[in-house]
């Protein structure tokens, strides 16, 4: 079995992944850790709950061990992009924790945020840097910052980053980076664009895959219920009030649906609070930490919004609408049975939905279980 200790990594590292409680690597982590520590540009296949964001932070952490300098004003020595400002925070923490026995720092530059604090943060330089590609744009036209010093390069969620579409930003930013650079991609599917981009901008790239193309984990257990648009509110409501329901998300496909929908769990005298684009960063802050510290219990979000969104113990994933781009489904249903739990996805498909069901279907190449007593009215 490997360990941590036989995929090469420096006993700082070693020590804090002991503190952190991890047993083993996970299939993600034993496949892409020896293949960058070998200097390789990497392509890794895999969903959020894999243990991806370890997997590339953990050997960027052993390389600037291994070649200590220091960062010069206004540049960074890693470039980690991301789609969202929430993954982004989660890649920052992630990096802190994983690094708590190797001197380093971390800026985060996301969208949302006030920019004086990122252009102090990045007046001295830093060793990482966690940005949106929006954000990061904007300070390089500034000049706040410059690529010229990076040496490492991580793609979280690139299927993500190009369904936002942050690809234009992305060429560019690539593109500014001179010199030699080692970079890793991270993405749960493959569409032809990431694959191009790849093609672009990676060397020789190792690449592993744990997701089965776009194959949603087996611990989860799936099912659909065919009902009418206008059942849904009370099926979705006998669904929460299931004992055995510790902690779910409910997706819509808008904002406005998922405001309607919280309001109505309010009042059905449910724990839920809502999560999307419309919300201020502060506010989406505080019902994120107040759904993981457990004084809500269901967190109602558009697809956008929940991306990388990185809550242990979420028993039950709810569709309250199927999504229409069926990679959407694989992303929204992984955010149960992660860390080796089991769990629960309940899609409520409706007469107009059947299109999209049967596109999720074909994407993951199963007959999602049909279940018809729920429908019964
Ligand atoms: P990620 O796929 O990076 O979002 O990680 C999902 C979760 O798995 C996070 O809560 C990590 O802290 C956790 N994790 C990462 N690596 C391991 C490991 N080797 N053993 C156990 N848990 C892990």
Do not use: W
């Not at 032809?192 to 981009?197: G, S």
């Not at 099912?223 to 648009?229: D, Q, S, Y």
């Not at 967190?299 to 199927?322: K, Q």
Request: net charge positive; charged share 25%.
């Amino acid at each position: 079995m490997t360990n941590f200790t036989d995929l090469g990594l420096a006993e700082p590292l070693i020590q804090a992944i002991e503190t952190m409680g991890y047993e083993k690597p996970t299939p993600i982590q034993a496949a892409v850790i020896p293949a960058f520590l070998d200097g390789r540009d990497v392509i890794g296949i895999a969903q959020t709950g894999t243990g991806k964001t370890a997997a590339y932070v953990l050997p960027m952490l052993h390389a600037l061990e291994e070649r200590p300098s220091r960062p010069s004003p206004k540049r960074c020595r890693v470039l980690i992009l991301a789609p969202t400002r929430e993954l982004a925070g989660q890649i920052a923490d992630n990096i802190r924790s994983h690094g708590r026995n190797i001197r380093h720092s971390v800026a985060l530059i996301v969208g949302g945020a006030r920019p004086g604090p990122q252009i102090k943060a990045m007046a001295r330089g830093v060793d990482f840097l966690v940005a949106t590609p929006g954000r990061l744009m904007d300070h390089m036209e500034t000049g706040v910052l410059s690529l010229d010093d990076v040496e490492m390069v991580a793609l979280d969620e690139a299927d993500q980053m190009l369904d936002m579409g942050f690809l234009p930003p992305i060429r560019h930013i690539l593109g500014s980076i001179k010199g030699k650079r080692q970079t890793v991609l991270l993405s749960a599917t493959m569409p032809r664009q990431i694959r191009q981009l790849a093609n672009e901008f990676l060397h020789k790239p190792a690449e592993v895959s744990v997701s089965e193309g776009a194959k949603p984990i087996e611990r989860i257990a799936q099912h659909v219920l065919h009902i009418e648009a206008g059942a849904k509110r009370r099926v979705l409501t006998d669904i929460l009030r299931d004992p055995e329901l510790e902690r779910a998300i409910v997706f819509t496909r808008t904002k406005r649906g998922a405001d309607r929908v919280q309001l109505h769990l309010e009042k059905a005298g449910l724990r839920a609070e809502a999560i999307h684009g419309n919300r201020s960063q502060s506010q989406r802050d505080r019902t994120l930490s107040r759904f993981k510290g457990g004084r809500v219990n269901v967190l109602v979000a558009t697809d956008v919004a929940a991306r990388g969104i990185d809550v242990d113990d979420v028993s039950h994933v709810i569709n309250f609408e199927l999504p229409n781009v069926p990679e959407s489904y694989v992303h929204r249903i992984g955010r149960t049975a992660r860390a080796g739990k089991a769990g629960v996805a309940i899609s409520l498909c409706d007469r107009t939905e059947r299109a999209y069901l049967r596109d999720i279907e074909r994407l993951i190449s199963t007959c999602l279980l049909y279940t018809s007593d729920a429908a019964d009215e």
